[in-house]
């Protein structure tokens, strides 16, 4: 199964910098998909074909719950 998020979000929770998110912004140079075999979003370099970053599904699902419940 996958899943795929964009964010758009000018601040975040405390616990969490903004900075963390980067990656989930731009929707055209990254790939999000989400692993249900370990629970992660995985970000993926499109043009580069790598792996840029790595979300914890509950932390992110909570950051969306709190400040984009329409995603949801």
Avoid at 14 to 41: C, I, M, S, W
Wanted: charged share 30%; glycine share 4%.
């Amino acid at each position: 199964m996958r899943k795929e998020f964009i964010l758009v979000e000018d601040g975040a929770p405390e616990e969490t910098k903004l900075r963390d998110y980067v990656l989930l912004y731009k929707a055209v140079k990254y790939e999000h998909t989400y692993d249900p075999g370990n629970n992660f979003v995985v970000v993926k370099n499109k043009r580069k074909d790598n792996i840029a970053g790595v979300f914890d599904y509950t932390e992110l699902y909570v950051y969306l719950k709190m400040h984009h419940p329409n995603l949801l």
